[in-house]
C-alpha cells in the first residue's frame, strides 16, 4: 500500500496512488519496506529492457494483474524507441554512458512518459476522466505531452516558462497534436509554474467544480509514483548490459553519476539499490542552480537564491521535490518529521534535516555543480578526448564526475545521458566552435550533422516548418480558469 511522505493516515493501493500523483496533504506517495520487494539478479543478463521492466514494475505496483504490466511494457516500449536496446550504454573513456534519450522526444522522461498513461489507462474506472496538469522545465512538457495525446479517458494541459526553454522544447510542445492536449506559457520561472500546478492539486473547490463534470485532476510530473517507478528499471538494466559485456561480474558494485533537476531520476536509481541493485554510490550533479551541492554539503536546503537560467534549463530547479521521498527513507519513514520540513519549507523556504540523517545519506551520495562555462569546456573536452558528442545536461554530468574519482569498491561508472544533443543543437555548436546561426536552430541541427558526421532523431528535424498549434501565455493566477477552460474543450474519447 501507498500513503503520503507527510501522513500515514490515508492507505492507498498502487493503482490510486497513480491516478492521484500527489497526496491531499502535498505529499509525495511512498511505499514501505522496499527491500521485501527485493529481487534475486542471477537471471537479470537473460531478460531486455522489457523484462526487467515487467519485473520492476511487477514489484512495486503488485495490485496490476501480470498481464497488464505486460501490456503497458509493450505498449510503452515499442517503436517510438529507435534503439532496440531501448536505453544502451555506451562506452565513452574509462565510464559508461547510459543514453535515456532514443525516445520520440529525444529526452529520458520519455522512458516514465511513455509508461505512466499506461498506467493510468490500467487504473482508471471506466467512464472518468482524468485531466493532467503539468509544469515543465522543458523536457517533461513535450514527453508528457507525446504520451498523453490521444489516449482515451486522459487530456492533459502543460504549463511551461515564458522564454525558460529552448527554441527547440518550445517548438516541440507548441506543435503537439491531439484533441485532448493543451499548453500554455506562464510569466515566470519553472518554480512558479510547479507551484501554480502544486496549488491546484489542492484546491477542493476547484476539484468540487470539476467532479461534476466527471474529470479528476492528476500529476504527470516526477512526483507520480508511477513516473518512478519506470525510471527504476535502467539502472538494472544499464547492470546488466555491463555483465553482458564482461565488464563487471555478478555482485560488483557500480556508480551512478546523474545530471539532477527535480531528483526523480536519481532517486529512481537509490530505489533500484533498495530492489537489490549494487550501488557503492550515487553523484548527483547540478548546473549553477546548485541548491542540491549545497544541501548535501550542509544538510540545509534553502531556496531562497538567485535563480540561473542555464544552457542545462531541464535542471534550473529550486525545489527538488522528489528529495522529500529520501528524506522520508533515510528518516525511518516518520511522516511527522518530513511534514515538519515541509512546513518550514513552505514558510521560510528552507529546511535543516538532522545530522545522523544526513550523516546516512552521505554514505551513499555525492554531490558536485558545474556552470555553464564549465559545461561547454566539457562538451569540447569530451568530443576532443573521446569522439563523442554530449548534450549540455550531460555535460554537467561529465563535468562532475571528472572531478571526482570513481569511490572505492564500485567497479564501474555510469553517466546518465539525459538528452539528444540535437535538443540543444545550438548551444552544443556554441561549445564546440561550429559555426552557425544561435537564432536559427535547424542550422544549428544541420551545422552539428555536417561537424559530426551523425543525424538528428527525425522528430527533431520534422520540426522545421510545423504549424505552432497554441501561443498562450498567462500569469500564474490565470491557470485555475485556463485549466477549467481546457477540461470543457477536450475532446475525451
Ligand atoms: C528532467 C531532466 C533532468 C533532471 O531530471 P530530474 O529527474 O528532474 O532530476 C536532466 N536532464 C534532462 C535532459 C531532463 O529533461
Redesign the pocket.
Known amino acids: 500500500m501507498y500513503h503520503s511522505t507527510r501522513s500515514v493516515t490515508e492507505q492507498l493501493t498502487a493503482k490510486s496512488a497513480v491516478l492521484a500523483g500527489i497526496a491531499p496533504d502535498g505529499g509525495l506517495y511512498v511505499t514501505d519496506d522496499l527491500s521485501e520487494l527485493r529481487f534475486d539478479l542471477s537471471d537479470i543478463t537473460s531478460k531486455d529492457f522489457r523484462g526487467i521492466a515487467r519485473q520492476v514494475l511487477g514489484r512495486l505496483f503488485d495490485d496490476y494483474a501480470d498481464e497488464e504490466i505486460a501490456e503497458c511494457v509493450d505498449a510503452a516500449y515499442g517503436s517510438t524507441f529507435d534503439s532496440p536496446a531501448v536505453t544502451p550504454l555506451v562506452p565513452v573513456g574509462d565510464d559508461y554512458v547510459l543514453e535515456l534519450f532514443h525516445g520520440p522526444t529525444s529526452?529520458?522522461?520519455d522512458v516514465a512518459l511513455q509508461m505512466l498513461p499506461q498506467l493510468m489507462s490500467h487504473a482508471r474506472r471506466d467512464g472518468e476522466r482524468i485531466m493532467i496538469l503539468t509544469a515543465t522545465s522543458?523536457?517533461?512538457g513535450k514527453a508528457a505531452l507525446a504520451g498523453f495525446a490521444d489516449t482515451p479517458g486522459l487530456g492533459i494541459a502543460v504549463f511551461y516558462p515564458q522564454g525558460g526553454t529552448s527554441d527547440i522544447q518550445r517548438l516541440q510542445m507548441t506543435t503537439q497534436e491531439g484533441g485532448n492536449v493543451s499548453v500554455c506559457a506562464i510569466e515566470g520561472n519553472f518554480d512558479d509554474a510547479q507551484s501554480g500546478v502544486k496549488k491546484l492539486f489542492v484546491d477542493t473547490a476547484l476539484h468540487d467544480e470539476l467532479a461534476d463534470a466527471g474529470v479528476r485532476l492528476s500529476s504527470a510530473n516526477?512526483i507520480n509514483i508511477g513516473r518512478l517507478a519506470p525510471q527504476i528499471t535502467y539502472y538494472f538494466d544499464a547492470y546488466a548490459q555491463l555483465l553482458r559485456a564482461g565488464a563487471i561480474e555478478l555482485g560488483d558494485e557500480v556508480e551512478f553519476c546523474v545530471?539532477?533537476?527535480?531528483?526523480?531520476?536519481?532517486l529512481a536509481g537509490w530505489y533500484a539499490r533498495e530492489l537489490g541493485l549494487p550501488v557503492a554510490r550515487f553523484i548527483v550533479a547540478s548546473n549553477a542552480n546548485d541548491v542540491l551541492t549545497d544541501f548535501f554539503a550542509t544538510g540545509a536546503y534553502d531556496r531562497n537564491r538567485p535563480f540561473f537560467r542555464t544552457i542545462?534549463p531541464?535542471?534550473d530547479?529550486l525545489i527538488?521535490s522528489?528529495l522529500e521521498r529520501l528524506i522520508y527513507y533515510m528518516g525511518g519513514g516518520d511522516a511527522a518529521y518530513v511534514n515538519g520540513l515541509m512546513e518550514d519549507l513552505a514558510r521560510d523556504g528552507r529546511y535543516e534535516v538532522r545530522p545522523d540523517i544526513m550523516d546516512a545519506i552521505r554514505t551513499l551520495f555525492a554531490a558536485g555543480s558545474a556552470d555553464d562555462d564549465a559545461t561547454r569546456a566539457e562538451i569540447a573536452a569530451c568530443r576532443d578526448e573521446h569522439g563523442y558528442v554530449l548534450?549540455p545536461?550531460t555535460a554537467v554530468a561529465v563535468r562532475v564526475a571528472r572531478d571526482l574519482p570513481r569511490t572505492t569498491g564500485a567497479k564501474a561508472r555510469i553517466i546518465l545521458a539525459?538528452?539528444s544533443p540535437y535538443k540543444f543543437a545550438a548551444d552544443v555548436c556554441e561549445a564546440l566552435d561550429i559555426r552557425a546561426d544561435a537564432a536559427a536552430p535547424f542550422d544549428c541541427m544541420r551545422a552539428l550533422e555536417d561537424a559530426t558526421g551523425t543525424a538528428a532523431p527525425r522528430p527533431l528535424s520534422a520540426l522545421e516548418g510545423a504549424t505552432e498549434r497554441f501561443d498562450d501565455g498567462i500569469a500564474p493566477e490565470q491557470m485555475r480558469a485556463y485549466v477549467v477552460r481546457a477540461c470543457k474543450e477536450a475532446t475525451w474519447e
Open positions: 529526452a529520458f522522461k522543458g523536457d517533461t516526477s545530471p539532477t533537476g527535480n531528483f526523480g531520476d536519481v542545462s531541464s535542471m530547479i527538488s522528489n548534450d545536461h539525459t538528452a
